[in-house]
């Protein structure tokens, strides 16, 4: 059976606001396997696959990349894998909310970030820390490898980080510069943001949370 071809495709995706998954996880990469058997062709197979992960709790972000994979490699992929109906096969990884530069001070991150994005909503800025000497704003490195874009509701929350990105200084960054701009560029280099919440915690977010949640305070 190892001729036998399954079409892998690979999504990325974020919990929903409000929820248990939010609590836990700040994004996951969702691999579908589509049986040789399926006839419905790809679009229809992404569509189908898309409604899957959003009854589990997900946003689908994008399809991330899309190959074929033998049905032998398959069964060595993970035992954690499993069959839906003749056709899906499903796996996930899930990458863990982190608190970076302190305690833990948000028992409920997912709520913190409703909070930042209903700021951001409301007054179409956020902000964030520039160095205008080397013409660039702040990132990090969390401690699982993952870079990040830090950013705060207010000027003065952000102040209170400069001692950690030194000759870094707050900048405004409204929500169409983020979207137009800053979003493409955090997914071309495979970035997250952090969210400020206290003078010593931030928790990391998909990137993509902001232009879906957001921009339907502009539309």
Request: net charge negative; glycine share 4%; hydrophobic share 40%.
């Amino acid at each position: 059976m190892a001729d036998v071809k399954f079409h892998r495709i690979s999504f990325d995706s974020y919990p929903a606001l409000n929820t248990e998954l939010a609590d836990e996880f700040s994004s996951a990469v969702v691999d579908a396997y589509i049986s040789p058997i399926n006839d419905f062709g790809l679009t229809k197979n992404i569509e189908i696959v898309t409604n899957m992960i959003r009854e589990e709790g997900w946003v689908v972000d994008s399809v991330i990349c899309s190959s074929q994979i033998d049905e032998e490699n398959l069964e060595e992929i993970s035992a954690e894998v499993i069959q839906k109906g003749n056709a899906y096969y499903v796996n996930r990884v899930q990458v863990e909310r982190m608190w970076l530069s302190g305690v833990v001070a948000v028992s409920k991150p997912s709520h913190e970030l409703s909070d930042f994005l209903r700021s951001f909503s409301r007054t179409g800025v956020a902000f964030s820390l520039y160095s205008y000497t080397e013409n660039q704003y702040a990132n990090g490195v969390s401690p699982n490898g993952e870079e990040f874009l830090p950013l705060w509701t207010s000027e003065e929350s952000a102040r209170q980080w400069t001692s950690h990105f030194p000759s870094y200084v707050p900048k405004a960054l409204s929500f169409l510069r983020y979207k137009e701009w800053i979003y493409p560029e955090l997914v071309k280099n495979e970035m997250i943001i952090a969210i400020g919440t206290t003078a010593d915690c931030l928790f990391t977010a998909h990137p993509r949370v902001v232009c879906d949640e957001v921009d339907i305070a502009y539309s």
